[in-house]
């Protein structure tokens, strides 16, 4: 089976998943640093862009063939 628009997305927020919790525990670590905050914001902002994006998709009216 090929893989599906859903799946590439699904997969791509899992990674921007991954990479943020990798950086914030770097951040936790030091938590003075603003550069880990400011690329966990950007991952947060991606992944709320790749989720609504998968919404979208599931909530998309499948269209009829003919």
């Known amino acids: ?6 799946d ?3 997969k791509k927020r899992e990674l921007l998943k991954i990479k943020r919790k990798l950086l914030f525990k ?5 938590p003075n640093d603003l550069h880990f905050a400011l690329e ?9 862009e790749y989720t609504w994006k998968i919404e979208q998709s599931i ?3 499948s269209v009829p063939t003919l």
């Not at 089976?1 to 859903?6: A, S, V």
């Open 1 to 6: 089976m090929l893989p599906t628009i859903d």
């Open 8 to 10: 590439a997305l699904n």
């Open 26 to 30: 770097e951040f936790s670590d030091h």
């Open 40 to 48: 966990i914001k950007a991952l947060d902002d991606q992944i709320v």
């Open 59 to 61: 909530r998309k009216p």
